[in-house]
């Protein structure tokens, strides 16, 4: 494996595009793909807000925003993506959805580039299996975390047949682009969801007992366990439609301990799904 040039990133929402502003920041070239170009413009609009809050901080400046901007391309039919060394695929959480994506860039791609997915739930090793027999042992797992232009770690999940010449070069990606790295088997939950999911389980079961107040707990996680944000809140920011899934996923894997609560479903059901609709296990119309 050589010097990444190109990289394509498949999805153009918060996941996606952050993560393709993590390899433009440094100096790497991103093709991303969206299925209207509408949605990818949004997505790179969505990155010069987040640039423009870096320029406030002193973190990064005016120069270095429209760099990286600039390093960015877009495109709603995969055009760009015969040429990047790197696929990292971010769309949402839907088996049948993340493996057409990859069958159809398996014919597009060239045989030398690796095939990554973000997912956060789902068997790398299935997932493998969209792919040819001549590509199985270059597809892998990189599950960024969220947001992902700021937070350090990278799960990087090996399939069954991935070879260790790409297990290497994921890993030596994650740090070029200043993401601390870590090797995860290929189970359900990886190893960090299973962890944050055990705890949302628990807040939401304090919730129903009455214990404590969504507010109180998670001030209770930040100032009494150090996490930098609560429980809820981090909910509210990743979206509990998705939490929801992914505790259906854990449960099926694992059983009891991993059982959704009936306070989260009710939730989803009144389409309280976080930040991205205004309100969750808070409001944020106010």
């Known amino acids: 494996m050589g010097k990444i040039n190109k990289v394509g990133v498949v999805g153009a929402g ?35 807000g987040i640039l423009d809050k870096s320029i406030k901080k002193g973190k990064a400046t005016e120069e270095e925003k429209e760099q990286s901007l600039n390093r960015i391309d877009l495109t709603d039919n995969f055009n760009g993506f015969d040429s990047v060394d790197v696929v990292l695929e971010a769309v949402f959480e839907d088996l049948k959805t993340k493996k057409d994506v990859f069958s159809r860039l398996d014919k597009i791609c060239k045989p030398e580039c690796i095939f990554a997915t973000n997912t956060s739930s789902m068997p790398i090793t299935l997932l493998a299996t969209s792919v040819s027999s001549d590509r199985i042992g270059k597809f892998i797992g990189a599950h960024f975390f969220s947001p992902a232009s700021v937070m350090k770690l990278v799960e990087v999940i090996p399939a069954l047949d991935t070879d260790e ?10 740090r070029e682009i200043g993401k601390t790295p870590v090797r995860v088997k290929d189970v359900a939950g990886f190893a960090v969801n299973r962890l944050l999911h055990a705890m949302w389980v628990e807040a939401c079961r304090l919730l129903e007992e009455g214990v404590a107040t969504p507010e109180d707990i ?27 899934k992914v505790e259906h996923i854990l449960f099926d894997a694992y059983g009891e301990r991993f059982r959704p ?3 989260l479903k009710q939730l989803v059901d009144a389409n309280h799904l976080g930040r991205k609709t205004g309100r969750g296990w808070y409001n944020y119309n106010k």
């Open 14 to 48: 918060m996941m996606g595009s952050e993560i393709a502003l993590c390899f433009a920041a440094s100096g790497i070239n991103v093709v991303i793909h969206e299925t209207s170009l509408d949605l990818a413009k949004k997505g790179k609009e969505r990155l010069s």
């Open 165 to 174: 010449e790409s297990v290497t070069f994921m890993i030596e990606c994650c």
């Open 218 to 244: 998670d001030l209770a996680c930040k100032f009494g366990l150090g996490h930098p944000i609560g429980p809820f809140a981090l909910m509210d920011l990743t979206s509990n439609d998705l939490n929801l």
């Open 261 to 263: 609560r009936p306070v």
